[in-house]
């Protein structure tokens, strides 16, 4: 048998396992489109946040605050004293431009850019994986998401994971509908307004292809 461990190396592994994680430095872009400013954050090349129709970029910055943690807001799972920072810049231009072209009704396909869901719960993972898959142009009823993730009968729960969804347009939560054809909520910023004007500029634009409707009016 192996000696127990000494107080000292218990210390010392409670010490370890309780030390605070890293803060992180997120980046992110902010910028204005046909479809009111844009905000989307992450790192590298993978996205944690994106947030759709505003109308100010302090209104995108706010918005970000509430979906990651940035300086003065601590992370769900980091010691109090750790802050995670923002750093605003023209952070992945590829993205960029490719939001910009759609909210200009072009037919852009954004499911290749790469998400970070952070913590959630297995099912939550499928809905929204699930989601992601809905192609441009379609929509897919809360229940039929549902079934498609593996469990038919919570359509609840469905709508519980678009309403917290915090990559808006890489999960396309705004196609997502009520049963029967009612459009449904949207937890964006002008809400039920705004997915109806997102649906209607995709059917158009999925209608032409690539070369869409032309630019939509501001916000």
């Given at each position: ?34 479809l009111g400013w844009i ?58 431009r490719a939001l910009e ?10 499911r290749s850019f790469k ?105």
């Open positions: 048998m192996g000696q127990r461990p000494t107080a000292t190396v218990r210390r010392a592994a409670r010490s370890r396992s309780a030390a605070p994680a890293e803060p992180r430095q997120i980046q992110a872009s902010i910028f204005a489109t046909a905000g989307v954050a992450g790192s590298g090349t993978t996205v944690v946040a994106l947030t759709i129709g505003h109308a100010s970029a302090d209104e995108v910055r706010s918005a970000l605050a509430a979906q990651i943690s940035i300086p003065g807001r601590a992370t769900s799972d980091s010691h109090p004293g750790n802050r995670d920072s923002l750093v605003e810049r023209d952070w992945y231009p590829e993205l960029r072209r759609y909210a200009q009704g072009q037919f852009v396909d954004l998400i970070d869901l952070g913590r959630t719960t297995p099912y939550r993972q499928k809905v929204l994986e699930t989601a992601r898959r809905i192609p441009y142009g379609k929509t897919m009823s809360y229940g039929e998401l549902a079934a498609r993730s593996g469990k038919p009968r919570a359509a609840r729960a469905v709508g519980s994971a678009m309403a917290s969804n915090r990559i808006a347009l890489l999960i396309p939560c705004h196609r997502v509908v009520a049963a029967g054809g009612a459009i449904g909520g949207f937890s964006c910023r002008t809400g039920v307004e705004l997915k109806q004007r997102l649906l209607e500029m995709e059917a158009s634009a999925a209608r032409g292809k690539s070369h869409g409707t032309g630019p939509a009016a501001p916000l």
